[in-house]
């Protein structure tokens, strides 16, 4: 019986055989373009020589990128407890007398796993505080969200928000799974995060935040972002719901499945695989921006990401 000739390689022998010092090679001669909201987090990331130059732990690397992601800002030295927990309840019971008890029995405190209601949150001070620093998810329809609207508010705001939100037309509010709320105990650039289950959903629900936002009902925090999402005003942006999935540089959480990942966690991974790539390969290749840069690019279109629209 004839078979078809195989096209696969035979091996090192093959002429079309390219080891991996020639495989980089060519993939680092190919011109590469860049999007401007990855292109500016790429040099924020490559100035840190903490990321670029300290021998951390893979995943540490990643964690360092996502805070620089989100805005996260280490050793700000907090107000005092007690005066966060009292603006937090003030806020929290304001949210209580606004939304229905249907809508509140689906909320939670998303890392404790604490719904809203319990009474520990507005009897029990040390069980209270624990929960500053942590989101309040509103489970609201089901299916899967594909794009999210990040809001940068402040957290006096947050009544406002969830009301809006709670309050959108009958065929916005049907297309969103869910949304979250920061609390008081953490500077984020995604303070609220709203799950849309399709982009011109998740752009319509932008522009109505961005009017709450000019008119004054909502409060803009400043005009920051989170990195890499697609900027559409002051405070507010869109991101591509990523694909669950599990990287060698992804940083363990207690009780969150190891495939569970964010808009900022899979693309800080991906940042990181770019940072050990440029360590290991300067001495051959130089140790400029544009060698990290290519590097970048290279490790986005690896974690299925695109470095031209790295919103999408």
């Known amino acids: 019986m004839n078979r078809p000739r195989s096209n696969a390689l035979s091996g090192p022998r093959d002429p079309r055989y390219l080891n991996p010092a020639q495989q980089l090679g060519m993939a680092m001669r190919a011109p590469i373009t860049v999007a401007d909201e990855l292109e500016q987090f790429l040099i924020k990331i490559f100035a840190r020589k903490d990321l670029m130059e300290t021998e951390a732990i893979p995943h540490n690397i990643s964690i360092g990128v996502y805070k620089a992601y989100a805005n996260i800002v280490d050793g700000?030295?907090?107000?005092?407890?007690?005066?966060?927990?009292?603006?937090?309840?003030?806020?929290?019971?304001?949210?209580?007398?606004?939304?229905?008890?249907?809508?509140?029995?689906?909320?939670?405190?998303?890392?404790?796993?604490?719904?809203?209601?319990?009474?520990?949150?507005?009897?029990?001070?040390?069980?209270?505080?624990t929960l500053l620093g942590d989101f309040l998810y509103f489970q609201l329809h089901p299916g899967a969200a594909t794009c999210r609207v990040y809001l940068n508010v402040i957290f006096e705001s947050m009544p406002n928000v969830v009301q809006t939100v709670l309050d959108l037309p009958p065929v916005l509010y049907a297309e969103i799974t869910g949304f979250k709320t920061d609390g008081p105990g953490a500077s984020r650039a995604d303070?609220?995060?709203?799950?849309?289950?399709?982009?011109?959903?998740?752009?319509?629900?932008?522009?109505?935040?961005?009017?709450?936002?000019?008119?004054?009902?909502?409060r803009s925090s400043d005009q920051t972002v989170p990195a890499m999402t697609t900027r559409l005003g002051a405070g507010v942006a869109l991101g591509a719901e990523p694909r669950q999935q599990e990287?060698?540089?992804?940083?363990?959480?207690?009780?969150r499945p190891r495939t569970a990942q964010s808009f900022g966690t899979i693309r800080s991974q991906a940042i990181a695989a770019a940072i050990l790539s440029?360590?290991?390969?300067?001495?051959?290749?130089?140790?400029?921006?544009?060698?990290?840069?290519?590097?970048?690019?290279?490790?986005?279109?690896?974690?299925?990401?695109?470095?031209?629209?790295?919103?999408?």
Not at 102 to 129: I, M, N, W
Not at 197 to 203: D, G, N, S, W
Request: glycine share 8%; hydrophobic share 45%; charged share 25%.
């Open 278 to 312: 440029y360590r290991a390969n300067r001495h051959l290749l130089g140790g400029d921006y544009e060698v990290f840069r290519k590097f970048a690019a290279i490790a986005f279109k690896g974690f299925g990401l695109d470095p031209d629209a790295p919103g999408n």
């Open 76 to 129: 700000v030295v907090p107000a005092p407890e007690m005066d966060v927990l009292r603006t937090a309840r003030g806020v929290w019971e304001l949210i209580r007398h606004k939304v229905s008890p249907t809508h509140l029995s689906r909320a939670l405190f998303q890392k404790a796993g604490c719904p809203f209601l319990d009474e520990k949150v507005f009897g029990d001070d040390d069980y209270a505080l």
């Open 191 to 218: 303070s609220v995060v709203i799950y849309c289950k399709t982009r011109a959903t998740a752009e319509q629900v932008a522009a109505i935040m961005l009017a709450r936002i000019a008119e004054g009902t909502v």
């Open 247 to 255: 990287t060698a540089l992804m940083a363990p959480v207690p009780g």
